[in-house]
T-cell receptor, first 116, second 113 residues
Framework: GAVVSQHPSWVICKSGTSVKIECRSL??????MFWYRQFPKQSLMLMAT?????????EQGVEKDKFLINHASLTLSTLTVTSAHPEDSSFYIC????????????FGPGTRLTVL | QQQVKQSPQSLIVQKGGIPIINCAYE??????FPWYQQFPGKGPALLIA?????SEKKEGRFTISFNKSAKQFSLHIMDSQPGDSATYFC????????????FGKGTKLTVNP
């Protein structure tokens, strides 16, 4: 149980285009989902906390207009990278917390974004 | 105060050895301490987690030791195998902190055959 999926697993796009990444909890409901960014050989950096039915809370330094987050249901959150540039190339990972559960977070497999 | 300091940065052991990875924290409000294993190109997977009301927790070959007074916790991998070669992250969170995980910088473990 507690499986989180992400789609797509990798994406290559041209500079200036927008890319949407989906995060789904497959066998549980998640009131809270988190979006992370990870550069090569570095730790995970929390970008934002997404709560179902409300606006996401962004970490300091993360541009909310560039990284649009929508948490439309208890099983789906999306991250849209708008007007992507090469510096946005990174590994994006989501996690989900079980409704009424402990602090435990289950992570998705990640999405590799490459902006040309 | 939100940092979790992890060491060593990298670690090489022989098969069968017992690698130990250490983490230290400052925020006494942290009440959940998980360890994650990450293979290249994959998302982190929860290995084992502990809460501050116990000093040790064991699941299979993985053991967490927790020292509340020293604000430190460590991961021990018994009888390590080449398949354990991965990057390991410690983390911490608190219910009062929106349950956001604060991650250590990671330890790259290599287990040689």
């Amino acid at each position: 149980g507690a499986v989180v999926s992400q789609h797509p697993s990798w994406v290559i796009c041209k500079s200036g285009t927008s890319v949407k990444i989906e995060c789904r909890s497959l066998d549980f409901q998640a009131t809270t989902m988190f979006w992370y960014r990870q550069f090569p050989k570095q730790s995970l950096m929390l970008m934002a906390t997404s709560n179902e039915g409300s606006k996401a809370t962004y970490e300091q330094g993360v541009e909310k207009d560039k990284f649009l987050i929508n948490h439309a249901s208890l099983t789906l959150s999306t991250l849209t990278v708008t007007s992507a540039h090469p510096e946005d190339s990174s590994f994006y990972i989501c996690s989900a917390r079980v409704v009424g559960g402990s602090n435990e977070q289950f992570f998705g497999p990640g999405t590799r974004l490459t902006v040309l | 105060q939100q940092q979790v300091k992890q060491s060593p940065q990298s670690l090489i052991v022989q098969k069968g050895g017992i690698p130990i990875i250490n983490c230290a924290y400052e925020n006494t409000a942290f009440d959940y301490f998980p360890w994650y294993q990450q293979f290249p190109g994959k998302g982190p997977a929860l290995l084992i987690a502990i809460r501050p009301d116990v000093s040790e927790k064991k699941e299979g070959r993985f053991t967490i030791s927790f020292n509340k007074s020293a604000k430190q916790f460590s991961l021990h991998i018994m009888d390590s195998q080449p398949g354990d070669s991965a990057t390991y992250f410690c983390a911490a969170s608190s219910r009062g902190g929106s349950e956001k995980l604060v991650f250590g910088k990671g330890t790259k473990l290599t287990v040689n055959p």
